[in-house]
């Protein structure tokens, strides 16, 4: 999946009002030394950070204006992300053993997830952080002169994977940086984050793209149907990473949507038969074979699907959009299970094995146990 890299303030879509008043404290020379982007998952908060940086750049530059301001390869624009070993890192990761994987997925995937970067640095079996090793390159480069003369920007990307000790390490220099320093911290959960750190944050709240924005988006980027683009759009609730991924066939999806429907048959025979525990075992076992970020996007498609299935039996089959593609499933029928009485567990089972399994524990555990709740849930009758 790739979509067209824009970055610059003038070339990014929606969040109009955000934009132009981040221009305006550029301008304005009103820019605070730490802020934090905060917006969910395909908001755009990282385009937004990037084109602010670029502005920031261009504004204290004798020779650049913003429109030749690269902000992939400026040598006073320092990104950090999520890191891990890999097959050609073997040890000690920092973000700037990545720059040229990084840059590729800028350029292919601005408003991509953190299992998409995972993937194209090739760790999705393993949890990327950002550490102490990785403070201390930040610090190592920012001891060095600007090579414009001017500001020095640092992007860090998913703010929340950085850990304790990498947090401590950069506390101090995000509090008193050196002059004409900024800090740009990105984040989908900035309550992850270490209170001492976003406590020396400026927040930028991004809220999620209009369906409207995504529509046009969409259009633009892709050549599609205003009539597609429309249905996408409802699908990706805000979400322009969701949305590109949705133009395409998605083979993912096709595997997330089997996995859901013998998910929910064995869950739904186990009254009828004791040999259908043994089928949720057995699936429970495939499962969690697979990497820790593909169970993680299995689990959010699954709450996307029940929330589907609450909608559609509250009769908002409007609002209800090709909910799965495995053939000889009723999902009427379905829906018909999922209902005020019982919605509220199956979320928050769903939500805690998330979060068990972002903790590493045993997935084959997590799925069982959350399998043995869906049986009960699923029979519980409405009211």
């Not at 992007?155 to 008193?176: C, D, F, G, H, R």
């Not at 759009?233 to 595997?255: C, I, M, P, R, T």
């Not at 689990?299 to 593609?325: E, K, W």
Request: one cysteine or more; charged letters at 20%.
């Amino acid at each position: 999946m790739v979509y067209l890299c824009r970055m610059s303030f003038e070339n990014l879509f929606g969040h109009d009002k955000l934009r132009k008043q981040l221009q305006q404290d550029v301008a304005e020379n009103r820019v605070p030394h730490a802020q934090l982007f905060v917006g969910n998952e395909g908001s755009g908060a990282l385009p937004l950070a990037i084109a602010y940086a670029q502005s920031l750049i261009a504004s204290s530059s004798k020779s650049s204006s913003e429109s030749v301001v690269d902000p992939m390869a400026h040598p006073d624009i320092h990104f950090v992300y999520p890191v891990a070993i890999n097959d050609k890192v073997k040890k000690h990761p920092v973000s700037r053993l990545f720059l040229d994987d990084w840059r590729s997925f800028m350029k292919a995937q601005p408003y991509g997830n953190l299992f998409d970067w995972y993937q194209q640095i090739n760790i999705e079996n393993k949890q990327g952080q950002i550490g102490v090793d990785e403070a201390q390159d930040i610090i190592k480069s920012l001891g060095l002169k600007s090579y414009e003369g001017g500001y020095k920007v640092v992007v860090v990307w998913m703010a929340e994977k950085m850990n304790a000790a990498a947090s401590n390490k950069l506390l101090k220099l995000i509090e008193e940086p050196p002059p004409e320093t900024v800090f740009l911290l990105v984040a989908e959960d900035d309550g992850q984050i270490l209170e001492t750190i976003r406590s020396r944050c400026q927040y930028v709240q991004v809220p999620p793209l209009t369906q409207k924005d995504i529509v046009s988006a969409l259009i633009d980027q892709f050549e599609i149907e205003q009539r597609v683009a429309e249905r996408i759009a409802v699908q990706a609730h805000g979400n322009f990473n969701k949305a590109a991924d949705l133009v395409y066939s998605d083979s993912e999806e096709q595997l997330f949507d089997s996995w859901f429907v013998q998910w929910v048959r064995s869950a739904f025979m186990v009254k009828q038969k004791k040999s259908a525990v043994n089928d949720l075992m057995l699936w429970s076992l495939e499962v969690s074979k697979s990497g820790r970020e593909t169970q993680k996007r299995f689990i959010q498609h699954c709450l996307h699907v029940f929330r589907q299935a609450l909608l559609y039996n509250y009769g908002m089959t409007a609002l209800v959009f090709d909910p799965l593609s495995v053939e000889q499933f009723n999902f009427e029928k379905f829906a018909g299970y999922i209902h005020e009485g019982n919605i509220l567990q199956i979320r928050a089972a769903l939500e805690e094995a998330y979060l068990h399994i972002s903790r590493n524990g045993n997935p084959k555990l997590v799925w069982t146990d959350l399998s043995l709740d869906l049986t009960r849930f699923i029979h519980k009758t409405a009211g």
